[in-house]
T-cell receptor, first 115, second 113 residues
């Protein structure tokens, strides 16, 4: 079964600084997708970034980028030039493409941004 | 499209009562997921459907929980009887294809007293 692990429950970053959120996953599949979702206090789930496992190039979206290490089953999110609006809970997620195509989330990490 | 629509937004009920949560996925999306979010356990996948068929319900906590998807535009999650430990935020999400972006509803905050 696929599992997603986010071992850090909380992190804090100074405004304008860079922070990296960690995520590891376990799977026996070779084809899958990885995601980072953001959940602000409004509880809306917002897609931050998406990575296809078959692509070696790391995905980027403006200030957000990932470090995808397929062999190590690691998928970390880097937020550059942190802004107050980045404060939220962040979830790492795995979406398999095999017969059991389910979307599994980690427990999340709460990111606070200090002004 | 208006996105994934869940109702109600908030539900307060007494222990032992039946609770029904509703979800309308985005039109054309083949995958529908039900999640429960708590501080202790994070986002737990309860069940998911593909083309209205339940594929994996291994996350359903016990027989008090049931989910249906009678057609492509509607799904329900029912708890009968409800218990205080069922208090949580329940999310519904839909996706067009495996690996595609999952779109979430606003969630239903359930409180069982």
């Amino acid at each position: 079964a696929q599992t997603v692990t986010q071992s850090q429950p909380e992190m804090s970053v100074q405004e304008a600084e860079t922070v990296t959120l960690s995520c590891t996953y376990d799977t026996s599949e070779s084809d899958y997708y990885l995601f980072w979702y953001k959940q602000p206090p409004s509880r809306q789930m917002i897609l931050v970034i998406r990575q296809e496992a078959y692509k070696q190039q790391n995905a980027t979206e403006n200030r957000f980028s990932v470090n995808f290490q397929k062999a190590a089953k690691s998928f970390s999110l880097k937020i550059s030039d942190s802004q107050l609006g980045d404060a939220a809970m962040y979830f790492c997620a795995y979406f398999s493409t095999g017969a059991n195509s389910k979307l599994t989330f980690g427990k999340g990490i709460t990111l606070s941004v200090r002004p | 499209d208006a996105g994934v629509i869940q109702s109600p937004r908030h539900e307060v009920t007494e222990m032992g009562q039946e609770v029904t949560l509703r979800c309308k996925p985005i039109s054309g999306h083949d995958y529908l997921f039900w999640y429960r979010q708590t501080m202790m356990r994070g986002l737990e996948l309860l069940i998911y459907f593909n083309n209205n068929v339940p594929i994996d319900d291994s996350g359903m906590p016990e027989d008090r929980f049931s989910a249906k998807m009678p057609n492509a535009s509607f799904s329900t999650l029912k708890i009968q009887p409800s218990e205080p430990r069922d208090s949580a935020v329940y999310f519904c999400a839909s996706s067009l294809v495996p690996g595609g972006q999952a779109f979430f509803g606003q969630g239903t905050r359930l409180t069982v007293v």
